[in-house]
């Protein structure tokens, strides 16, 4: 049994993963590309994150699970809207959504390694949520002293840490032999 479930779309969940790192590690060398620049990226990476939510939510065969891949879906889709919406909104909200979005993804993984533990590595889950949580209130404290270089840097290290996260997701999302076999 698993949180997520299983889904012939696992390997969109796995893009999306990859272009989250690449787009962190885009960041981390090209600074000087501008906060605002990089509001607008993570805002048109959060919008594409939302679909493929909502697809693999919304697919025939929902996964188990599938109710947090709509909320987040949504949710993803809303933040993302509003940061490409705006450059001049975005830049004074953008540490204040990604805080709103780990610490959403963090409750889920927290919530995932729980629902799991009679899985072999169920407690990685539980660091991930943690991790995500942290991240979380970082974001909210950069937000609040409003400080760029905090932001940039921890956009940067987030979205990298974050994709593999989405990445290793993805990956345990494949259906399996038995899951073929039901079909």
């Keep these: 049994m698993n949180y997520w479930g299983h889904t012939k779309l696992w390997w969109l969940v796995l893009c999306v993963g990859i272009l989250l790192v690449i787009g962190g590690f885009a960041y981390w060398f090209w600074p000087a590309a501008g906060y605002a620049i990089a509001s607008q990226i993570f805002g048109w990476l959060l919008v594409l994150t939302g679909i493929v939510q909502i697809c693999v939510s919304a697919g025939i065969n929902r996964p188990r699970g599938w109710g947090w891949w709509l909320a987040g879906g949504v949710i993803d889709l809303f933040v993302g809207f509003l940061l490409v919406r705006s450059i001049i909104l975005s830049e004074f909200v953008f540490p204040y959504f990604l805080a709103f979005i780990f610490i959403f993804w963090g409750i889920s993984a927290l919530i995932s390694g729980i629902s799991q533990r009679q899985r072999k590595y169920w407690w990685l889950y539980l660091i991930n949520g943690v991790l995500l949580l942290l991240i979380g209130f970082f974001f909210i404290e950069a937000g609040y002293l409003q400080d760029m ?15 593999f996260a989405v990445a290793m997701t993805a990956y345990d999302m494949r259906p399996t032999d038995s899951d073929k076999l039901e079909s």
């Design 149 to 163: 270089m905090m932001v940039s840097f921890l956009a940067a290290l987030s979205f990298i840490y974050w994709g």
